[in-house]
């Protein structure tokens, strides 16, 4: 080997190039660097714990409502009457009859209220018989409140002094025998000003439409709240008669779409209160098709975010934000992200805890079970019918138009009507 070649060797580095090893810097650019990716991981962990929370009171708010029910009420029996709005004729209407008819609690009369003797639910509901007591009230064609209001205003007319308690309930459900009797357990509490139970939908037909509508209706349901948290629902409501008088319903209902939010805006403005213990949930058949699915529960959170903003916004974020875990941990997951895997695991334990209770709620309630389907898509496809439910919600952030059984109301910044338009005349099965 030459000369040349050795000196082509690699020698010694000279000792300044000790100096020169890749050195951290601390410079602004990397230090923002830093904080980018804390401040990132920080939302991921924000976004995994909100998910497990909400999904944690899910578990704890079913196995509340699953709970034996307290024994009904059978020593109360002050005069009732139940007052029904109706517009079109009842899909289940032999069936809401019939649990009508099987009440335990006595004594108690039923006022039908309907816009006019044109609509065939007039000549169905004089066709009921047997039962309690019955009237039917034409109320004629509303012109400043939403047509199932202008029914009900119709039916109060027909209240007398003896009459101790008045109950509200929607065509469209089917009660239990014993129904009546667990909302006069609450109503015997003078605490409770208000006693009113909320719908347990049941899908009547295989759709997936329907299916989808009530499992997103079965998390409201068992969703446990504080008492002044509460909203009253007109489908199953009781009051006082002494109550009633206060609230003044002709002034409240006045120019107004809702008659369930109204009263509760009512009720909080005396400081009084809204009572919905879990056993007075009523079994309601569902039948939509995507359409109809959609449209009813766009109606629904219309009303809920004019009206009750705070619920409103409590339903977005309960549905929105395990959507966002979702999103985050599924890729995480797949890169081998310990955490999201955790995360993952443990809330698919929750969703399955969850459904297992919530299954269990009609059980104890009615002796019934909920349908195959719907409880496959409680415990397996959680993601998607909060997706389905989270878009029906963020759907309504804007607007203040509600369309509802043929007719559109148009309602100003003080969620008052404004203007009537008419669009279709009233059909089998519709809402008042």
């Not at 004594?107 to 006019?116: D, L, Y």
């Not at 009523?282 to 359409?291: D, E």
Request: hydrophobic share 45%.
């Amino acid at each position: 080997m030459g000369a040349d070649q050795k000196r082509e060797r690699p020698g010694k580095p000279p000792a300044q190039t000790k100096r020169w090893p890749p050195a951290r810097q601390s410079g602004p650019h990397n230090i923002g660097n830093a904080m980018v990716g804390l401040i990132l991981e920080s939302l991921v962990v924000a976004s995994f714990a909100a998910w497990l929370v909400i999904a944690s009171v899910s578990c704890f708010s079913a196995y509340k409502c699953q709970c034996d029910p307290p024994p009904i009420a059978t020593d109360y029996n002050p005069a009732t009457v139940l007052i029904i709005p109706v517009r079109g004729v009842p899909k289940h209407l032999d069936a809401l009859w019939l649990g009508i008819c099987t009440q335990i609690f006595r004594p108690f009369r039923v006022v039908f209220a309907v816009e006019s003797v044109a609509d065939r639910a007039h000549e169905a509901l004089r066709s009921l018989s047997g039962g309690p007591a019955t009237e039917i009230v034409v109320a004629g064609a509303t012109v400043q409140r939403s047509q199932k209001i202008h029914n009900l205003l119709a039916a109060l007319g027909t209240v007398q002094p003896t009459d101790a308690v008045v109950v509200f309930a929607d065509a469209d459900m089917v009660p239990a025998a014993d129904w009546l009797s667990r909302l006069m357990r609450e109503v015997r509490d003078l605490k409770n000003d208000v006693v009113s139970g909320y719908r347990w939908m049941v899908p009547s037909d295989d759709r997936w439409s329907s299916v989808f509508l009530c499992a997103a209706n079965a998390s409201i349901a068992t969703l446990g709240k504080p008492r002044s948290f509460n909203l009253a629902w007109g489908g199953s409501m009781a009051l006082r008669r002494e109550t009633l008088d206060a609230l003044d319903l002709a002034s409240c209902w006045d120019r107004a779409v809702s008659d369930d939010l109204s009263l509760s805006r009512a009720v909080r403005a005396r400081t009084a209160y809204i009572e919905s213990p879990p056993d007075v949930l009523v079994p309601t058949p569902a039948s939509y098709s995507w359409q109809e699915a959609i449209a009813f529960g766009r109606r629904q959170y219309l009303l809920v975010r004019m009206h009750a903003p705070r619920h409103w916004v409590l339903a977005a974020g309960a549905t929105t934000l395990p959507l966002i875990g979702w999103a985050v941990a599924l890729p995480l997951a797949a890169g081998g992200n310990k955490v999201a895997i955790a995360t993952l695991l443990v809330a698919n334990v929750l969703d399955h805890v969850r459904a297992h209770l919530r299954r269990r709620v009609p059980a104890k309630l009615w002796g019934t079970d909920i349908p195959r389907r719907m409880a496959w898509l409680d415990r397996w496809g959680t993601p998607v019918y909060l997706a389905f439910h989270a878009l029906i919600i963020w759907s309504t952030l804007f607007g203040r138009t509600i369309n509802w059984a043929g007719r559109t109301y148009r309602l100003d910044a003080n969620n008052r009507v404004v203007k009537i338009e008419s669009d279709a005349v009233p059909r089998s099965g519709v809402e008042a």
